[in-house]
């Protein structure tokens, strides 16, 4: 097991990038703790598999040092990093067994065959597939050679980080939830490093202590799914990130106060003058739907989701969405909406800007 340092990397697949824009991934510096279980989460194409074949070794980058605990691996092969990883389809050898499939990377290393043995038959039941054991890798479903591909990444228990890019994707619905819980409890009982990518949010936010958010190249936050909810970094991670996601207004700000065309909103802290583009973040679950005062919304319509409606209604032309309880009661009266000002981020050019507490 082992902490990962990422230190100045950046990649570009040109080999003369002009600009920023020429960089899949953008200049990061982080360390991943040791033990801890991660979810790469962004849309396609932010750079997720980018980073992901960099930390494994299958890339290289074109700038900056990947360290495995101190050691500098940034040339060294992915065999000799000791890495396991799965990729989104699977990776089986046909003519193999489920069982041979399974112990190859134990053979591999020399492990001793009675450990090889046991150590099969535990995998099989963590996939499911204990009474496939025997039959050949060929005849099976894109599905079950999937699972022998997670089986294969999960059956070394001494390698140095457990790597997953969208390994779900071709696996049905209750079998991912199965799967998922099943990589989660082996990361309770061995304590690997894992990463897991992703551009499911539910499957980040469930998998991972710390979920690692990317967009367009750019790591924007790194957070507990608590801290992802509370004080989105970014504006991305806002709306990305909660169903639906936060509400985005153009504001003014001064001091503790907001203006929305014209209209005063109080924030829970005080700013100092603010230069850039300028909005407030405020989830649906803090804004109020109200017969009193407050911004004037328009409703176009409430989608009942069983624990709570949706409403969805325009705020002077914009979207803008409103979590109510089951049982509150939408009247045509209520035309306004109220924000809970501890719960009002400021977003200066999409960033997150810290005011002091009012
Ligand atoms: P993700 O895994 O988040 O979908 P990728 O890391 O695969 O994103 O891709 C990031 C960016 O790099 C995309 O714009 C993609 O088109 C580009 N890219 C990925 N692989 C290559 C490659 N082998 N050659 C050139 N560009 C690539
Ligand atoms: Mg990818």
Redesign the pocket.
């Known amino acids: 097991m082992a902490k990962i340092t990422l230190d100045n990397l950046a990649h570009s697949?040109y080999p003369n990038p002009k600009s920023e824009d020429d960089f899949?991934?953008k200049e990061l510096n982080h360390v991943w703790s040791d033990g801890e279980a991660y979810a790469l989460l962004?849309?396609?194409?932010?750079?997720?598999?980018?980073?992901?074949?960099i930390i494994s070794g299958l890339l290289h980058p074109s700038q900056g040092r990947i360290l495995f605990d101190d050691k500098d691996v940034t040339q060294a092969t992915t065999a000799d990093r000791n890495i396991a990883q799965v990729f989104q389809f699977p990776v089986v050898y046909d003519t193999m067994t489920v069982r041979a499939n399974l112990a190859f990377p134990l053979k591999n290393r020399g492990a001793d065959p009675k450990y090889i043995a046991d150590r099969v038959q535990q995998i099989g039941a963590m996939i499911g597939m204990e009474a496939e054991l025997d039959k050949r890798a060929r005849g099976l479903t894109a599905d079950a050679k999937q699972k022998i591909s997670l089986g294969r990444g999960m059956v070394r228990e001494d390698v140095n980080a457990l790597l997953f890019?969208?390994p779900l994707t071709v696996i049905d619905p209750h079998m991912k939830w199965e799967l998922r819980t099943q990589l989660k409890s082996l990361h309770h009982e061995f304590g690997h490093t894992m990463i897991y990518?992703t551009?499911d949010q539910t499957e980040a936010l469930t998998f991972a202590d710390k979920v690692v958010v990317?967009y367009d190249?750019r790591v924007v936050q790194i957070g507990t799914p608590q801290e992802l909810f509370d004080t989105p970094q970014h504006t991305f991670v806002g709306y990305f990130i909660g169903s639906p996601g936060m509400n985005v207004i153009p504001a003014e700000v001064a001091g503790d106060r907001a203006m929305v065309h014209g209209t005063q909103v109080d924030l829970g802290k005080g700013y100092d003058a603010l230069s850039g583009k300028v909005e407030i973040g405020v989830r649906p679950e803090f804004v109020t739907l109200t017969e009193d005062a407050g911004l004037p919304v328009t409703v176009r319509r409430v989608e009942d989701v069983g624990r709570h409606k949706i409403v969805r209604a325009e705020l002077f032309g914009t979207d803008i969405n409103i979590l109510a309880d089951e049982d509150h009661n939408i009247s045509p009266d209520m035309t306004n909406i109220t924000f809970d000002p501890a719960r009002v981020n400021v977003y200066v050019d999409d960033w997150l800007t810290s005011g002091k507490a009012a």
């Open positions: 697949y899949a991934l962004g849309s396609s194409g932010c750079g997720k598999s980018t980073l992901l074949n890019d969208e990518v551009h990317m190249g």
